[in-house]
């Protein structure tokens, strides 16, 4: 096997051999709905990881066009894999980001080298519980530090982080980021949510009882609206749509296989081919600076592919993609994780008008 440590572009045939290994774990990792621990160890090995991070921190400092097609080809072997992937690549942006350089030295060496496992609990700040009264995660200021009462409604990995980065919320609108041990007394994770797909990203509530958190800890603020402006934040951004496209690929590519000798699939295969095309140069193009369409309509138009082109996989495939264990089915489910995952309403609205022969 190629000494996977070797991984210095998206083009790199160390990267295919890894993206060919996951690849054939996909289905067991949906089977069996454990977490992918082995499949997290090799991304480490292959230094992954190290994308995210600076050279002062011994990352590689991939810029945003090679991470999103580092994103396409994993999302298109493991969706599962590599959704926790950008779960934990956000908790590390914010951590690089913040101004609190020993909090830096203390997490980032281990990060870097995959020893450590974190992930982020910010959806109830962006997009999930923000229509409630009261905050899901209320934060109080002590001298001390801060006391965290709540919960984060969607946190992957919860119960194998480290440590989870966290936003909460206090009485007067200011938010706060903190990097919270999971070993602290009071916090706690139930059992993660059965999900139509990616159950086993073990994604559910990580909850706060009288969290006494120091200053130590702090990533970001208080301050109000904390996450604006901060790397990965936006809601609807590029990763998650190089993610559906990376799905899209994954059936697409076995359309072209079936269409070797089934005329009949030429021409849908071709045209969702087409589609694929124009939409990853399209990400490409902005992830690199070259905003050619606004990043909504990127999103609309992966979640349309995404669900397009693995339920054209599941009619190619007939009776046999019905059965469990055929990888279409699977897509189909994992393609309707696109439509709740950080979906902005402007996505929402055009994905439904499509749905609803609208538009």
Known sequence: MANLHQITSPDDGAFDELCAELSQASSEIDRTELWPSKQLQRLGEAGVYRWFLPPEW?????????????????????????????????????????????????????????????????????????????????????????????????????????????????????????????????????????????????????????????????IDGPAENVMAGRSGTKTGGLQTSALAIGLSAAAIEFLNRESAARPDLADPTANLRHDLDNLRLDLLANAAGDQVCPADEIRARANSLALRSTQAALAAAKGAGFVQSHPAGRWCREALFFLVWSCPQPVMAANLCELAGLG
């Open 58 to 218: 011994t990352g590689t400092a991939w810029d945003e066009a090679d991470l999103s097609r580092g994103y396409i080809k994993l999302a298109t072997a493991c969706l599962t894999t590599t959704f926790i992937l950008t779960q934990r690549s956000a908790a590390v942006r914010r951590i690089v980001d913040s101004e609190n350089q020993r909090l830096k030295e203390r997490l980032l060496p281990a990060l870097a080298d995959g020893s450590s496992f974190t992930t982020v609990g910010i959806s109830h700040l962006t997009t999930s519980r923000r229509h409630l009264a009261k905050p899901a995660l209320a934060a109080r200021e002590t001298p001390e530090g801060f006391i965290l009462d709540g919960y984060s409604p969607w946190v992957t990995g919860a119960a194998h982080a480290d440590f989870v980065v966290v936003g909460a919320s206090f009485d007067d609108e200011r938010q706060i980021l903190l990097a919270v041990p999971k070993d602290l007394p009071g916090v706690s994770a139930p059992p993660h949510a059965q999900l139509l797909a990616l159950t086993a990203s073990h994604t559910g509530p990580l909850e706060f009882k009288n969290v006494r958190v120091g200053r130590d800890w702090v």
